[in-house]
């Protein structure tokens, strides 16, 4: 039995899946879509996460 865990994404640049504790801000695109920014623990930098 596997639980899921909700996350925002992969980094871009490490790959590592960043949960929703690394969330730091959310915003809203031109064309309406979410867009959000992420600190990732293995860079040490905040990046935009990617879908998985
Ligand atoms: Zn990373």
């Given at each position: 039995?596997?639980?899921?865990?909700?996350?925002?994404?992969?980094c871009?640049?490490?790959?590592r899946?960043?949960?929703?504790?690394?969330?730091?801000?959310?915003?809203?695109?031109?064309?309406?879509s979410?867009?959000?920014?992420?600190?990732?623990?293995?860079?040490?930098?905040v990046?935009?996460?990617?879908?998985?």
């Open positions: 039995m596997s639980e899921e865990i909700p996350s925002l994404g992969v871009p640049r490490c790959e899946t960043l949960g929703e504790e690394w969330l730091l801000i959310e915003y809203e695109r031109a064309d309406g979410r867009g959000q920014f992420a600190e990732c623990p293995e860079c040490d930098a990046v935009a996460p990617e879908s998985e």
